[in-house]
């Protein structure tokens, strides 16, 4: 078994499109602008869940079906154990 994480990219969805104001219009705009459609952000999730070239590969960040490096926010380790006891919280875990 593998785990890896993703980036889908800027995807057209519905999020966000009934959140009213400014906010759905900057929304909207910024889809219009330049997001991807959800077939195009669909991409990677299908190729690690089914290319061979990644079936041994696990713990690696992906973007547009390579590996990338996580910005440093991401791999900050204090900010990741608080993300897991809050996380442990709301699930009723510990």
């Known amino acids: 078994m593998t785990a890896n994480c ?12 009934e959140s009213g104001g400014w906010i759905q219009r900057l929304v909207k705009l910024a889809k219009s602008l330049g997001a991807i459609s959800p077939e195009e952000g669909a991409k990677t999730i299908i190729y690690l869940a089914s290319s061979p070239d990644v079936a041994l590969v696990s713990g690696e960040y992906f973007y547009k079906c390579k590996v990338e490096t996580p910005t440093a926010e991401a791999q900050n380790d204090e900010d990741a ?8 919280k709301i699930a009723d875990l510990g």
């Open 6 to 17: 993703l980036h889908p990219g800027f995807v057209a969805t519905r999020f966000a499109d």
């Open 81 to 88: 154990e608080r993300l897991w006891r809050e996380s442990e």
